[in-house]
C-alpha cells in the first residue's frame, strides 16, 4: 500500500497535518467498519452466551488475539487484551507482590505509565533504582548491569523514549536480565506498528503494547505479551465475572490464562477493530513502515538543526519516529498553539507524561519541548509545511 492509499482511508487528514503518532493514531476505516459492523450486526456480549452471535463475537475477538500474537511471534495464550499500555504495566507491577528488600531498575526516560506503577510500589519497601540516560537519551547497558544486585526482581526500560524518540538497547538489556536471572519488561508503546518486533528476540518475560498508537487500532485497545509460566504466577487486577471456573462460599477457583485477567465486560468493538487493524498494519508492510518512519525522522531532524534559534533534541542516529525540539523564548504551548492556528498542524508540548526525561534533556524549565510524531500517513509535504513554519517563527524578530 502506498502512503496516499492510507490517507485515502482516514478523512482526518484532509483538513489537518496530523504529528501526534506518539499519542495515538487516526484510525482507518477498514478498521472503523470492522467496528461498526459488530455494532449493527453481532452487538451482543463474548464468552456468556451459547447462541450464534455471542458464539460469532467471541471467535471475532480470539481471532485478533490469534492476529497479534502471529505478527509479534507469539503464541496466542501468551496475549492478555487491556485497555491500553498502562493497564498492562499495572498488570505486572500489582500482580506480583513485590515487597519490602525487592529492587526494581528502570531508567529515566520513562513514560509515567512506566515509572509510576513502579516508585508507588515504594510505598511497600521496595528499592526503585533510577538509571540515567546519557546525553543523548540512551541508557547504557553497562550502567543498567552496575544498578542490578542481588534483590534486583525486575528490569524494565521503553523500547522507545515517547519525549524525543531515542531508541534503547531492548536486545541488549535482555542479555542481561537473562543472564542476571531477573524479570524484564519492555513498553513497547512507541515501537509497535513502527518497528518489526519478534518477542522472542527481544528476549523479554512482559511486553506492553498499545493498540491505539503504531498498530493503528482503536482508543480503549492495548495488550501484554507474557510468557504462560509467568501468567500462572501472576495476580489479576480485576476479579470477577469471567475470570473464574468455579465459585463456592468459601472461594474460587481462577479459569485459565488467560482470560483469568480480563475480568467483566471486554471492549468488544475496539478488540474487533484491532484485528482488523494489525491486518491493515501487515497490508502496508511493516518494512515500508519503519523505512517510511525514518526517512520523515531524519529529514525533518536535519531540518530543525540546520535552523538557528531551534534546539533539537537526541542525535538523528538514535532517534525514530519522533522529533523532540524548541524554540529559543517560546513556551512549548504556545508553539504548539502557533501551529495549529496558521496551519493546522497537530503536535504535542509540554513534559510528554516524562518529566524525568524533560528534565534529563534540559528542557523542563522551559515547559517541555514540543514533539512531532510520524507513521505511514505522513508525506514529506506534512514535514516540509512544518519546517517552513517553524523558520517563519524562529526568523520572527530576529
Ligand atoms: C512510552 C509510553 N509508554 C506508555 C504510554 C501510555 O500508553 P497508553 O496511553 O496506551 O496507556 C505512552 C503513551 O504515550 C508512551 O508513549
Known amino acids: 500500500m502506498k502512503t496516499s492509499d492510507v490517507r485515502a482511508d482516514i478523512p482526518l487528514l484532509e483538513d489537518i497535518i496530523y504529528l501526534d503518532a506518539a499519542s495515538t493514531t487516526p484510525t482507518p476505516r477498514p478498521v472503523v467498519e470492522a467496528m461498526d459492523e459488530y455494532y449493527y450486526h453481532y452487538n451482543v456480549n463474548t464468552g456468556r452466551g451459547t ?16 492476529t497479534i500474537a502471529k505478527f509479534f511471534k507469539a503464541s496466542s495464550e501468551e496475549i492478555i487484551f487491556t485497555k491500553n499500555t498502562t493497564e498492562a504495566i499495572n498488570l505486572v507491577s500489582r500482580g506480583f507482590n513485590f515487597r519490602k528488600g525487592d529492587k ?22 521496595v528499592e526503585v533504582e533510577i538509571v540515567k540516560a546519557n546525553p543523548k537519551g540512551v541508557v547504557n547497558s ?7 544486585d542481588k534483590n534486583t526482581k525486575l528490569l524494565t526500560i521503553t523500547h522507545i523514549s515517547n519525549s524525543m524518540g531515542a531508541v534503547q538497547p531492548v536486545e541488549e538489556l535482555g542479555k542481561i536480565a537473562l543472564e542476571k536471572d531477573i524479570l524484564y519488561l519492555i513498553d513497547a508503546a512507541q515501537s509497535a506498528g513502527h518497528l518489526k518486533l519478534n518477542v522472542k528476540d ?4 512482559f511486553i506492553a503494547f498499545p493498540g491505539h498508537k503504531g498498530l493503528l487500532g482503536p482508543v480503549g485497545t492495548g495488550f501484554l505479551y507474557c510468557d504462560q509460566g509467568l501468567q500462572e504466577k501472576m495476580e489479576p487486577l480485576n476479579l470477577g465475572g469471567g475470570t473464574v471456573d468455579d465459585v463456592s462460599q468459601n472461594g474460587f477457583l481462577l479459569t485459565s490464562c ?17 484485528g482488523e487493524a494489525v491486518n491493515y498494519v501487515k497490508r502496508i508492510g511493516i518494512s515500508d513502515i519503519e523505512k517510511h518512519d525514518r526517512n520523515l525522522t531524519r529529514i525533518l531532524y536535519k531540518r530543525l538543526k540546520d535552523l538557528e534559534g531551534i534546539t533539537v533534541y537526541g542525535s538523528p542516529k538514535n532517534i525514530y519516529g519522533i522529533v523532540s525540539f524548541n524554540i529559543d523564548g517560546i513556551n512549548p504551548h504556545d508553539l504548539a498553539k502557533i501551529l495549529d ?13 516524562a518529566i524525568l526525561s524533560t528534565e534529563h534533556l534540559g528542557a523542563r524549565e522551559e515547559g517541555g519541548t514540543v514533539r512531532a ?10 514535514i516540509k509545511v512544518l519546517g517552513d513554519c517553524l523558520e517563519e517563527i524562529s526568523n520572527f524578530g530576529r
Not at 475480568?263 to 468488544?268: E, R
Open 51 to 66: 447462541y450464534a452471535l455471542s458464539l460469532k463475537a467471541t471467535e471475532k475477538i480470539e481471532n485478533t488475539r490469534e
Open 104 to 125: 526494581i531498575v528502570v531508567s529515566n526516560m520513562e513514560h509515567h505509565s512506566n515509572l509510576i506503577p513502579w516508585l508507588n510500589l515504594k510505598k511497600c519497601g
Open 142 to 148: 553497562s550502567d543498567v548491569d552496575d544498578a542490578i
Open 202 to 205: 527481544l528476549m523479554a518475560d
Open 258 to 274: 488467560p482470560n483469568r485477567f480480563e475480568g467483566g465486560t471486554q471492549n468488544i468493538s475496539g478488540l474487533i477493530g484491532l
Open 341 to 353: 492556528e496558521t496551519k493546522n498542524i497537530c503536535v504535542r508540548s509540554g513534559q510528554h507524561c
Open 373 to 382: 510524531s510520524f507513521h505511514y500517513y505522513n508525506t514529506l509535504e506534512d
